[in-house]
């Protein structure tokens, strides 16, 4: 259907039209108009951050992250599972740090002097994601993602986007930030 | 969203805050006409409800909520003819038009669940019940819910109200809105501003430093100078003049740096003292923006004290004293129920009857004292009646017989220990249960939110002479005096106020009591645990062995105490609480963290959590009080008897689903016949029946010994005070009244009898 084409027709002067066809154009005309949602991986490419944890790459929408820094006094926090790494200080605000890998099921991360921390903003939560290494900030193509395949990477397929040509697991952050288990909320009995 | 929802919501938000002022103005207005003041205040406070039901009908219809636009319709007309002197609100209208402002209410809690207006609320039944009132003809539905007032004895003694001291003065002035979550930012920065000052410090430091490294050269000079002039007197030539001049020249070169130098770090140093006494200035100013004085919660004291009364018959003074004591506006909001409890407390169990008043030469009007003031870094809050006192025998009688406590240790147990014993839930010594307070809940959840805010409850009482409840706060929640303790290599917080005492330990103080680990305190066992342990963190921590010896820190919260082993103390700091975030919504034993001014993050530790966590693993044996009784072993059955299927069958419904076998019954003369037959744990009975009523069915169970100690539950549509009573005289052991008859209220009331 050529549905581009309508918004910019412009009736004849002397044509008469049916009440149906200016409601259609006006439909047109307003969804043409409308902004779409910011969409995290929509159309042909998505910028995305890409960062090494531990032999895999990973990567996530630019659109979340807020900042990148050196992980610096990580305090380990009692009671809280596994991926909750700990709590930092990141200028002036306490962040809770979390191991994807562990919270995904995987070997935890390894942590060393030159670890970061990808401080991000999905859902309304803002935590600080474990990184073995920044690697690269840049668009990547979308067209020729591969189905998270268990031959491909062992990380569940519910948390990827898909898996690029060079072995980089696009994770879907909103899945994993929205997962029930994700939120700590435990009362001693 | 279109543009219109958008709007919508922007409306709908502006709608929220102009209700709840003028709802609490319109009140506020109606207590005080209720007084009968004079003349010319009657007329400015009837204007100024006019005023406000007006605003409110047209704000209502700007945001299209047809049905308060109808209720401040009909107040409004209220209002215009008192306001016109054709009419005289009478003490009925006057309980229709607080019914009118709750029905807003109503409507604006069922907006925030999704409903639209609930079916249950009868908003047309009210207005022609509102309009019948004021104009005059005889109001039909017998579903009016003002309650029969029961005559007082002494028919000279005046209706019942609420009188307010005049020095409980509602605070007003000049303020400005402003979303907490601004203030919160501002505290960061500022907590920010001490990160600077330390670094600050670290300058001026080397700054010393330097001035030192200057001052050890000039010395060394100092010494060499000497020589050097003699040298060049004995061997003056040419180039030792130049030399000379080059080191005259350095010397005077020094000398200046060295001044400069020390000029100017004085001067770092006075601003650096500036910088700090600002900092701290603009700290305790910001902590002080989320302070509110106690007596906004007033108004909403004073309506509840009013329906309280009305509705028991009597008449009560609230004092006030401290109403300006500021505190953290959290606390405010925190303690506003458990207050509400405390007082409601007072009237219900805490002043007598009129009657048994007059007998012991009491004056006729009950007092209830509260007061406020701050006491260093705490607010110190206290409710005292001059009622009844609490009898500590029916305490005594009801731990026992509840299971809380067994009878020996009931027997010995100390006048503070039973005192003590009220706010454990379950247990309620009130001979009737209503569905207003008596339910023994109301005080655990008191103190446990006193708890959760790092503030105590304590209780004093003398038996005839009244019961004085005393709230010890934290005076603002955005810091707290912490202690810093060292334990499995790390550093914790722990809240000062939950801290008892600090007492060192070596093995030989060490028993084992029952297989866990206790030591000596105050003549008694008292359970120990190591830190580490209890959070189960991994890490080394000390041993103790031999001659060495380790803090232990007593905590004591919930009524309970443990001794808490920990490596090392390392000091004690006012701290900034920060939380955790919303992903570490609620962490067991954690309360949040702070950052201390060398940057590094510490945990602040929850106490509550903490004894009831160490608790899991110290044997029950070292605890004098058991916590909640075990869950029922069998299940328990219970008789519901009542006229109507519907509400047999509701009630039917609703007690198996909870897990009870249920027998059912028609009247009370079915009822007996069905004992006879198979014995039942409780009776939940209906007022109204055929045959035999609710009352002379309680009559002659409790009358009859194999009957008498089977709890009875009367459950009825009507909300009247000679009904009440006529339940307490006949016997029955609580009263629940069906307009607020929800599940939750019945099964609580049967969880506490059986």
Same mark, same amino acid.
């Given at each position: ?189 | ?361 009491? %004056? &006729?009007?009950?007092?209830?004292? !509260?007061?406020?003031? *701050?006491?260093?870094?705490?607010? @110190? $809050? #206290?409710?005292? +009646? ?108 722990? %809240? &000062?106020?939950?801290?008892?005492? !600090?007492?060192?330990? *070596?093995?030989?103080?060490?028993? @084992? $009591? #029952?297989?866990? +680990? ?237």
């Amino acid at each position: 259907m050529n549905a581009e084409k309508e918004p910019l027709a412009i009736p004849e002067g002397d044509e008469e039209m049916s009440p149906e066809e200016v409601a259609r154009i006006l439909q047109t005309r307003a969804e043409s108009l409308a902004q779409p949602p910011a969409e995290e991986f929509a159309g042909s490419t998505a910028q995305v951050v890409i960062f090494a944890l531990g032999e895999e790459s990973y990567g996530i929408g630019a659109t979340h992250v807020e900042n990148i820094y050196p992980l610096e006094g990580l305090t380990p926090v009692p009671c809280t599972p596994d991926f909750v790494a700990g709590i930092v200080n990141l200028r002036g605000r306490i962040f809770p740090v979390i191991d994807l890998r562990s919270f995904m099921g995987l070997d935890a991360v390894a942590v060393d002097e030159n670890t970061q921390v990808i401080a991000v903003s999905v859902a309304g939560l803002e935590v600080g994601l474990l990184a073995n290494d920044v690697q690269s900030v840049g668009a990547i193509p979308l067209g020729n993602l591969e189905p998270a395949l268990p031959t491909v990477t062992h990380v569940a397929a519910e948390y990827t986007r898909g898996v690029t040509p060079d072995m980089t697991v696009l994770l879907d952050l909103e899945a994993i930030m929205q997962d029930r288990r994700m939120i700590v909320h435990d009362e001693v009995q | 969203m279109t543009l219109d929802e958008d709007l919508l919501k922007q409306l709908m938000v502006s709608f929220r805050e102009e209700l709840t002022e003028r709802v609490a103005a319109i009140n506020a207005g109606l207590l005080s006409l209720e007084q009968e003041p004079e003349e010319a205040q009657q007329v400015a406070l009837l204007e100024e409800l006019f005023r406000h039901v007006h605003s409110l009908k047209g704000a209502a219809r700007a945001v299209s909520l047809k049905p308060i636009e109808e209720l401040a319709h009909g107040m409004e007309d209220v209002f215009g003819a008192a306001k016109r002197g054709t009419i005289n609100l009478s003490e009925t209208l006057f309980d229709l038009l607080y019914q009118g402002m709750d029905l807003i209410g109503n409507v604006m809690a069922n907006l925030d669940t999704g409903q639209e207006i609930g079916p249950d609320l009868d908003l047309s039944g009210y207005l022609v019940r509102l309009a019948a009132a004021w104009r005059g003809q005889p109001i039909q539905s017998p579903q009016i819910e003002a309650p029969a007032i029961v005559p007082p004895p002494d028919s000279e003694a005046p209706a019942p109200k609420v009188v307010l001291e005049p020095s409980a003065q509602v605070w007003s002035g000049e303020t400005i809105r402003v979303p907490t979550t601004r203030l919160d930012d501002l505290m960061a920065q500022a907590g920010e501003l001490l990160v600077t000052r330390l670094r600050v410090a670290q300058q001026i430091e080397e700054l010393t430093d330097l001035q030192s490294l200057l001052t050890s050269w000039q010395k060394e000079w100092q010494r060499v100078r000497g020589n050097l002039q003699q040298y060049w007197r004995e061997n003056g030539s040419d180039e030792g003049a130049l030399i000379h001049n080059w080191v005259e020249h350095n010397e005077e070169y020094l000398h200046t740096l060295t001044d400069w130098l020390s000029q100017h770090t004085r001067r770092v140093s006075d601003d650096a003292t500036r910088l700090t006494l600002v900092s701290d200035q603009l700290q305790e100013g910001i902590k002080r923006m989320r302070m509110l004085p106690l007596a906004t919660l007033l108004p909403t004291f004073r309506r509840m004290l009013r329906d309280l009364a009305r509705s028991k018959g009597g008449d009560v003074v609230l004092k006030v004293e401290g109403g300006e004591t500021e505190m953290d506006k959290h606390v405010l909001e925190q303690i506003k129920d458990p207050l509400m409890h405390l007082l409601r407390n007072c009237v219900d169990h805490g002043i007598e009857p009129l009657a048994e008043r007059k007998r012991q030469g009491k %004056p &006729l009007r009950g007092t209830i004292l !509260l007061r406020a003031e *701050r006491r260093a870094n705490f607010i @110190v $809050v #206290e409710i005292s +009646d001059d009622g009844t006192g609490i009898d500590l025998e029916a305490v005594r009688e009801a731990a026992v017989r509840r299971g809380i406590m067994a009878a020996e240790a009931a027997d010995e147990a100390s006048e503070q220990a039973l005192l003590n014993l009220i706010f454990h839930s379950g247990l309620s010594t009130s001979t009737m249960i209503t569905e207003v307070s008596g339910r023994g809940i109301g005080l655990d959840v008191v103190r446990k939110h006193v708890e959760n805010l790092q503030g105590r409850v304590e209780v004093q009482s003398v038996r005839g002479e009244g019961t004085t409840f005393t709230l010890t706060l934290p005076f603002t929640l955005a810091s707290t005096r912490c202690l810093l303790v060292q334990a499995g290599g790390l550093p914790y917080a722990v %809240p &000062l106020a939950a801290v008892e005492k !600090l007492v060192p330990v *070596r093995p030989e103080d060490i028993a @084992v $009591v #029952e297989g866990k +680990d206790a030591i000596r305190y105050q003549d008694r066992p008292l359970a120990l645990a190591r830190l580490v342990d209890v959070l189960k963190m991994p890490g080394t921590s000390e041993d103790l062995t031999g001659e060495g010896k380790l803090p232990a820190v007593i905590l004591s919260a919930g009524g309970h105490r443990i001794a808490f082993l920990v490596d090392g103390l390392l000091g004690e700091q006012e701290l900034v609480v920060k939380n955790l975030g919303r992903q570490l919504s609620r962490v067991p034993n954690v309360a949040g963290a702070t950052i201390l001014g060398t940057g590094q993050v510490v945990l602040i530790l929850n106490a509550v959590d903490l004894v009831k966590s160490a608790q899991r693993t110290a044997s029950p044996s070292l605890l004098s009080i058991q916590e909640e009784a075990a869950a029922p072993q069998e299940r328990k059955t219970i008789l519901i008897v009542d006229d109507s299927i519907t509400t047999r069958t509701l009630e039917k419904n609703i007690l198996t689903t909870a897990g009870y076998n249920v027998l059912l019954a028609l009247d009370g003369q079915e009822a007996l016949s069905a004992l006879a037959e198979s014995p039942c744990d409780l009776i939940v009975s209906d007022l109204d029946m055929p045959r035999m009523d609710g009352f002379e069915l309680t009559r002659q169970l409790k009358g009859d010994d194999r009957y008498r100690e089977l709890p009875v539950i009367l459950v009825t549509s009507l909300d009247s005070a000679e009904d009440k009573v006529k339940g307490i005289e006949v016997g029955a052991d609580a009263y629940i009244v069906k307009g607020a008859f929800d599940q939750d209220s019945l099964l609580e009331t049967i969880q506490q009898l059986i």
